[in-house]
């Protein structure tokens, strides 16, 4: 069967995988990728280790749940915030892939980055070339060459493994994973085995299959283009009918020949196997690799440039290029609706939070006849400080607070569960229930006052050992 027939270009007809060995050809935007890579890569190794206000510049914390980004931390508590971020991500990025395609898969996707500038050029300078790399592919049993390769790929998936792991459990856990025992951290040694072997299998073998069947980011894209979306595209007026350059000592009649010499080369390069002159196909990450190698052709043979060029859908047709359109404006207008509300809500967050939560029974009935009632009180402490926090119950007559005490010390985004009970004379209820209030002010000017709803007994029934249904205590912040 001919490749035509293939329904991937990385899947034979009997179903066995094609794998991709691309040439490297130098050119503009390879030069460009090179620089953008390598500052990616700095920055995810460095990212962990930097902190900012006491926490790393970037973390998602699997253990207090919060997310630390330059600075600002976010906590499930910040409900509106939370919203506002996740929103102001999803338009922008369907803002930047309606107007730049796949830019973000080509040049700065961690997949790509990874495999295209550390994984693939290790592989090229222990087992050489494409047609080096597949002569060993077609060896019987494996190499040494292919295997001093695969043991320095799992010491890099190992890195690469470690830091990214680093970005939900913090570096000093990892360290300490990493330099202590296994006996000692049975899980986290697991945890770290486990993404190092998914590292591994997905840089060594997996490769391109993940932007093609695995990435969610990848499929959603081809709803997010649209004619203007920026794409790399052969240009197929200029280029066909595609053959062999006339030899220039023939004399030529007439040559009706496009630029396409049919060399192949921007094939060879391709990181997803695919022949970008059938037009736009899902796989292509927009790397602009097929660009630089179909330049250089095109310069040795003394031609223009860009007959495959980063383009849109419209202007290959000859149409021209609409920058303002219903989806240019609609998703601007989101995000930056999102953003301000990321922004106004991060604004008004104030330097500590206190709510009183649900305790499953709302009041118990004492042998001596008093009502005992507890109260569950969460504060929080969101500054970079220390703070002392003074709590104040207010309540009625003859009501004493029991293992509340004055004053609470809270460390730098500490947060802290306090629970008390209220003991209360039976009498003390009107139709069952009692408004009181909590106050809670830190050392620094913060202050709030929550109305806590004390549940008791419906009547003045000695025998009432009844236990009230939830939501005994109610909480507001002033
Ligand atoms: S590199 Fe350019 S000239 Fe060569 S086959 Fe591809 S499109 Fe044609
Ligand atoms: S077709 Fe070109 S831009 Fe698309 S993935 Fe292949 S080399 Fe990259």
């Known amino acids: 069967m001919s490749s035509d027939a293939r329904v991937l270009p990385t899947l034979n007809a009997d179903g066995t995988r094609v794998r991709v060995r691309p040439r490297v050809v130098r050119g503009r935007f390879f030069d460009r990728r090179r620089i953008v890579a390598y500052g990616l890569l700095v920055a995810f190794l460095a990212l962990p280790w930097i902190h900012i206000n006491g926490r790393p510049a970037m973390m998602m914390d699997l253990g207090t749940r919060e997310f630390a980004l330059f600075g600002a931390i976010f906590r499930p508590t910040d409900t509106l915030s939370l919203l506002f971020f996740g929103l102001s991500l999803a338009f922008g990025i369907v803002l930047i892939t309606t107007l730049w395609g796949r830019l973000w898969c080509g040049w700065a996707c961690p997949q790509t980055v990874w495999l295209e500038w550390v994984f693939r050029p290790i592989e090229r300078l222990i087992e050489g070339n494409p047609s080096q790399q597949r002569a060993i592919d077609a060896q019987p049993g494996i190499s040494g060459r292919r295997l001093l390769k695969h043991a320095i790929f799992v010491g890099l998936a190992f890195v690469v493994a470690n830091t990214f ?63 203007q979306s920026l794409i790399v595209a052969y240009d197929p007026k200029r280029g066909e009918p595609r053959g062999k350059p006339a030899k220039k000592s023939l004399p030529v009649i007439e040559d009706k020949r496009g630029d396409c010499v049919d060399c192949g080369a921007c094939v060879q390069v391709c990181p997803t196997g695919i022949d970008i002159r059938k037009g736009l196909q899902m796989e292509c990450i927009g790397c602009a690799q097929c660009v630089d190698a179909c330049d250089g052709v095109m310069t040795k043979l003394e031609r223009p440039i860009g007959l495959i060029r980063y383009t849109s859908g419209a202007e290959l047709a000859g149409e021209p290029r609409k920058l303002f359109r219903a989806r240019t404006m609609i998703y601007p207008a989101l995000f930056a609706v999102a953003f301000t509300g990321l922004m106004v809500t991060l604004g008004a967050r104030q330097n500590a939070d206190a709510w009183l939560e649900r305790t499953s029974n709302p009041y118990e009935m004492l042998s001596d006849g008093e009502v005992s009632s507890p109260v569950q009180l969460r504060v929080e402490n969101r500054t970079d400080g220390p703070r002392v926090y003074t709590l104040t119950y207010q309540d009625a007559a003859g009501v004493k607070p029991m293992g509340l005490q004055p004053t609470y010390k809270l460390a730098a985004h500490q947060a802290r569960q306090i629970a008390f009970v209220v003991l209360s004379p039976r009498g003390s209820f009107s139709e069952g229930k009692r408004h009181a209030a909590l106050h809670v002010a830190d050392d620094d000017g913060w202050s709030v006052t929550l109305p806590v709803l004390v549940l008791g007994p419906q009547h003045d029934d000695h025998d009432d050992h009844e236990r009230g249904h939830d939501g005994a205590h109610e909480g507001e912040h002033r």
Do not use: K
Not at 193 to 220: H, I, K, N, S, W
């Open 165 to 227: 792991l680093m970005y939900f459990v913090g570096t000093e856990r990892i360290t300490h994973w990493v330099t202590q025992s296994p006996s000692n951290h049975p899980v986290g040694f697991g945890v770290v085995v486990v993404v190092t072997g998914l590292m591994f299998f997905d840089f060594a073998y997996f490769r391109e299959q993940t932007c093609t069947f695995a990435c969610p980011y990848g499929r959603m894209q081809s709803v997010m283009l649209d004619r």
